[in-house]
């Protein structure tokens, strides 16, 4: 018996993880600094849509901060009974992020609900140019966030929280011109409840993304049938069995299986050549193969049947049959 690993992730990761916390931290500045303003310009012009977009920059903050956190996380080395390290917090991250999302969606839904049957004088100018600048500032953010490692569901988390933002700073400045032009102030409350939709929205990606990996389901872009398929038509491999996928953080795949080789076939060979395919083919660095010949059955093992076994009786053999 062999057993085979694969390579782990490139050197280039370390670097590229280091600018992505750069750009995280260059963008939690940006969303602080605004956020702060929102807060004062939404409680002046009594702004539910703009409270609730500066509600939203919080939780695009917490993120941010969140997945700064999970970064530097991430890469400690294993060490003691964490022997893949802490890379799993990067999911948990992103499950938080999910939460977060999915939480301030009800919040934000009942109190436009609230407005809607009872709406309060809203400042249409402050929201269209809070919102205008909010844009500016989204765009700036995402566009910036939009260059990290696109792989890690940790910053696909943020990106998310963002995005809808960006989404959400539209359907104000929207609101903003319909109650300037049209003095229908519950355009601000309908504003709410567009954002609250697209925050649920994002909140089910997240979720459904970090549930996957949590419960060690196969990645989405692989097919862990056709996988093991391909293993078992490789020359000199007689059976594929045991076999899992699953990813141990987002990006990252991994996986095991028994592979049974021909007899006389070269266990190490076989195992370099899978490893090979599954690496080029799959983008699967991580891999754990344990090979074993195919057992050898004798023909004269199966022409004679045994004794009844448990019968208790002492039955004689059956005669082989002659030919």
């Not at 995280?24 to 702060?36: D, E, P, T």
């Not at 400042?123 to 765009?139: D, P």
């Not at 078992?232 to 299986?257: C, K, N, Y």
């Not at 090979?291 to 076994?309: C, E, N, T, Y």
Request: charged share 20%; aromatic share 4%; glycine share 12%.
């Amino acid at each position: 018996m062999t057993m085979g690993g694969g390579e782990g992730p490139a050197s280039g990761s370390g670097r590229s993880r280091s600018a992505d916390g750069r750009r995280l931290v260059q963008v939690l500045a940006l969303i602080l600094a605004f956020m702060a303003a929102e807060v004062v310009v939404g409680v002046l012009a009594h702004s539910l849509a703009l409270l609730s977009d500066a509600g939203h920059m919080l939780t695009d903050a917490g993120a941010i901060g969140l997945s700064l956190l999970a970064l530097r996380l991430a890469a400690r080395p294993p060490a003691g009974g964490l022997t893949f390290g802490l890379k799993r917090t990067e999911v948990l991250s992103a499950l938080a992020n999910g939460v977060t999302l999915a939480a301030l969606a009800v919040v934000i839904a009942f109190e436009a609900v609230r407005r809607l049957m009872a709406p309060p004088t809203v400042g249409g100018e402050q929201m269209l140019v809070v919102a205008l600048a909010g844009i500016g500032v989204n765009l700036v953010a995402t566009w910036g966030l939009a260059r990290a490692e696109r792989r890690s569901l940790n910053l696909r988390g943020s990106l998310q929280h963002l995005l809808t933002d960006l989404y959400a700073f539209a359907g104000t400045a929207v609101a903003g011109i319909v109650i300037l032009t049209t003095g229908f102030q519950r355009a601000d409350a309908i504003a709410s409840l567009v954002v609250a939709t697209l925050m649920v929205r994002g909140a089910y990606g997240l979720l459904r993304d970090a549930g996957r990996v949590l419960l060690e389901a196969a990645p989405a872009d692989l097919d862990a049938a056709q996988v093991a398929e391909v293993m078992r038509r490789q020359p000199g491999v007689a059976d594929v069995h045991d076999f899992h996928l699953w990813e141990i953080t987002s990006g990252m795949p991994s996986l095991s299986a028994h592979v049974l080789v021909g007899p006389g076939g070269d266990c190490h060979r076989v195992r370099r050549e899978l490893e090979r395919l599954l690496r080029e083919r799959f983008a699967i660095d991580h891999t754990t193969l344990q090979m074993d010949h195919q057992p050898f059955v004798a023909l004269d093992r199966i022409s004679r049947p045994g004794p009844v076994a448990g019968s208790g009786r002492g039955l004689p053999d059956f005669p082989a049959r002659t030919r």
